[in-house]
DNA sequence: CTGTTAGCGCTTTCAC
DNA sequence: GTGAAAGCGCTAACAG
């Protein structure tokens, strides 16, 4: 079934059964019922691939996310996916953990003749994504905080997030703050330290460099690095992570040890990802908010399709401190420096 | 760029080119070495539109799923992915939560010429999948556990999964065995349910009706059915939970009591998604093998595309018990039957 | 072994 | 207000 079978039943050319499909207002009322008539009666579902051979856009757009196991990223593709639908476009979702992923995705993309894309894995070279940009797909980063010409970015304001967590643990008393980090090499690893320190500096405490610790955005970062921690001489009280796995991870460290959050050390994640909620303790956490990232997102896009010869906007989104049960004020601890147990 | 661009190059024709790309036999080295060469100088990507346009079919792969939110789908959608990449296809991720938002995927997914789809929305009748068949795409459901022409299911046993875990719990010495399972009007709630009580049955343990509860798969549902089930004048021992979220939920719940699993309840899980080894205490759950889930779903769905004529195949993946620290023999209870709470 | 050609379904000129 | 027709890029049938 296709426009000319329609329109032959409906006694008109193809061209007006285009026009009323997309809602052409030079269509007369009549005629358009008519073939609105035969549309609802034969369940029309018109054939994409054809425009997208035609005139090379697809009503796709590409979103590279870096990992789907982190629920993170599949609550943003949801967020992601609801405002796409709104106006009648598709989700092309591709997870791309390695540099080589990222360059089959990057193809995959191309091949279907998306839109424009999202580019929300941190592991990439600007040279992987070059051929985006010159075959003029609009593009749009998470997190790069830098633009180009086709190319947009949409940030999270990590230093205000941070601020406000720290803030936070020092009203509560902390003064020895740590901090579990993502892998290095990464850009965005470097911008959450970098907000970090600034924080921490910033609410007059004092940074201590062997309270920073590199894990890798998973579970098993947070895990070996609070182990790492605790077992320095004078570890710290509280820690902010780089996301809520990282946190997890950490409050799962801590337990191995036979410690408890935040009885012997505060924790801070980062996302509030949906089970951030539900472990125990519920985590205290600074929340990326899903649908205004998204739609930060679309609108970046947007500007760079519509502007595709300059340079793209920089957005930023905020985040929100959501305290929970894994902040409180610091154990009085004792005077040797060392780590008493309480039992489980 | 296109095919006629690199057979001028290469002094071919584009029919040439089609066949050095799609590795027909019948080109002569050598011109398949040019043609090859001009192919990577100019980094050529092909466009599938034209092949979709004139063919029907677009190498993609619908994939339905009720909820992204659900970190089940989302890693299910990985190890769809990967299989689905090795052979060179793509997928189309669509979330449908109601009805109406599946007759929505469902039309984008013709729409866009998938050459089959898997259904794991749970929440659906018949008459909205039929416009797939109709156009003899390839279906495949989870969980239906009934096939039709063009149509296969891969089924979760979970018949044996809740056996394995009942026989565990009864080994523990327990026999007040309670079940949270999913919401009324699904099929899979029901199977599910009565799974359960065939395991009950089979261990010669007594099943107690007022022991099972409908949840909604959702932490919330846990969450609520927990904090009835404990109040009651005798409360179970253990639970069977539909999902992990149910179970995370359910422990969440009996920590607002005062109560905490094991000690006070044994819970075991379903699905056994990523963050129920880290919650605090890890969940013991029985594992829904994604891999092979996915791998069933991909036979399954070739199956019918090449016997689009004939009854699909019904595909069983069996789950495995996965012990950790929500599972301990029942605590004593005191005869008056209420319950003492420990502190805090 | 290689080239020529038709045609998939759509939208957009350009006529009328 | 409506229709005729071109052409997007590809591949399979057929011709040579």
Request: with cysteine; hydrophobic share 40%; proline share 4%.
């Amino acid at each position: 079934m296709n426009m000319r079978e329609i329109a032959r039943r409906a006694g008109v050319s193809s061209a007006t059964v285009s026009r009323v499909i997309n809602g052409s207002t030079i269509v007369r009322e009549d005629t358009a019922q008519r073939v609105r008539k035969v549309l609802e009666e034969v369940q029309f579902i018109p054939n994409p691939s054809a425009t997208t051979l035609k005139y090379g856009r697809s009503k796709t757009y590409g979103l590279i996310v870096p990992d789907m196991l982190n629920p993170f990223f599949a609550e943003f593709f949801g967020a992601f996916e609801d405002l796409l639908i709104e106006i009648d476009h598709e989700v092309l979702l591709t997870s791309a953990q390695t540099p080589e992923k990222l360059l089959k995705s990057i193809r995959r993309m191309l091949m279907r003749q998306v839109d424009g894309a999202v580019l929300m894995a941190s592991e990439f070279d600007t040279k992987s994504v070059e051929p985006l940009l010159r075959r003029r797909v609009s593009l749009t980063t998470v997190d790069r905080r830098t633009v180009h010409v086709g190319c947009s970015d949409v940030s999270i304001d990590y230093e205000r997030g941070f601020v406000e967590a720290v803030r936070h643990l020092v009203s509560l008393g902390h003064t020895r703050i740590g901090y579990i980090g993502g892998m290095k090499g990464l850009y965005t690893t470097e911008v959450r330290a970098n907000a970090f320190k600034l924080a921490i500096r910033g609410a007059g405490v004092i940074l201590h460099p062997e309270l920073m610790r590199h894990g890798n955005y998973r579970v098993s970062g947070g895990e070996r690095e609070v182990t790492a921690l605790m077992k320095i001489a004078e570890p710290p009280t509280a820690i902010l992570t780089a996301n809520d796995l990282t946190a997890l991870g950490a409050a799962q460290g801590l337990h191995r040890l036979g410690l408890f959050a935040p009885h012997d050390l505060s924790i801070i994640g980062l996302d509030d990802i949906l089970l951030s909620e539900v472990c125990q303790p519920p985590l205290s956490t600074i929340r990326t908010p899903r649908k205004r990232l998204a739609k930060a997102c679309l609108e970046a896009l947007d500007f760079s399709k519509a502007n595709i010869e300059s340079k793209g906007i920089q957005l930023s989104v905020l985040t929100e401190l959501i305290v929970r049960e894994t902040t409180a004020p610091p154990r009085r601890r004792e005077r040797t420096g060392k780590i008493s147990r309480r039992k489980s």
